[in-house]
């Protein structure tokens, strides 16, 4: 396995959390996950900002996106990141708990490259979120110049 991308989390639960974060971890993706719990310290992360500032200047290979969250919504996140130059390449993921079909219309004409519904079931939930890892940081190949090796 070539080095692995790190996967940006962005998810106020901290139940989503620790789940996300034991199925990533099934496949060794765990240590390469970083967690931020509402829109703006997304934001903060991705513009190496605030906490952030003195983190390395790359992008995640992919981002785990909540909708529904504290400060800046997911939708909001997704626009800022799909208007800005340097980070409108990187994959994101809507992993939410909606079933709306206005945030995934939203979500799609904002440019998400996919979105899944979070399934209540424990075990379903994990099997989707491995997958998810998976496929993301260690299988897509991202765009050139996007994400530093």
């Given at each position: 396995?070539?080095?692995?991308?790190?996967?940006?989390?962005?998810?106020d639960?901290?139940?989503?959390?620790?789940?996300?974060?034991?199925?990533?971890?099934?496949?060794?993706?765990?240590n390469?996950?970083?967690?931020?719990?509402?829109g703006?310290?997304a934001?903060?992360?991705?513009?190496?900002?605030?906490?952030?500032?003195?983190?390395?200047?790359?992008?995640?290979?992919v981002?785990?996106?909540?909708?529904?969250?504290?400060?800046?919504?997911?939708?909001?996140?997704l626009?800022?990141?799909?208007?800005?130059?340097?980070?409108?390449?990187?994959p994101?993921?809507?992993?939410?708990?909606?079933?709306?079909?206005?945030?995934?219309l939203?979500?799609?004409?904002?440019?998400?490259?996919?979105?899944?519904?979070?399934p209540?079931?424990?075990?379903?939930?994990v099997?989707?979120?491995k997958?998810?890892?998976?496929?993301w940081?260690?299988?897509?190949q991202?765009?050139?110049?996007?994400?530093k090796?």
């Amino acid at each position: 396995m070539s080095q692995l991308g790190r996967i940006l989390l962005v998810e106020d639960d901290p139940s989503d959390v620790e789940l996300t974060l034991t199925a990533l971890g099934e496949y060794k993706l765990a240590n390469e996950v970083v967690v931020t719990r509402d829109g703006q310290q997304a934001l903060d992360y991705l513009h190496c900002e605030g906490e952030f500032n003195n983190r390395p200047n790359e992008n995640p290979a992919v981002m785990l996106l909540d909708l529904k969250l504290p400060k800046i919504d997911g939708l909001e996140v997704l626009q800022h990141i799909r208007s800005d130059e340097r980070l409108k390449l990187i994959p994101v993921v809507v992993l939410t708990s909606s079933h709306e079909e206005k945030d995934k219309l939203r979500s799609y004409t904002l440019g998400v490259n996919a979105y899944v519904v979070k399934p209540v079931d424990f075990h379903e939930f994990v099997n989707a979120v491995k997958e998810l890892g998976v496929f993301w940081a260690v299988i897509n190949q991202p765009p050139p110049g996007s994400v530093k090796k």
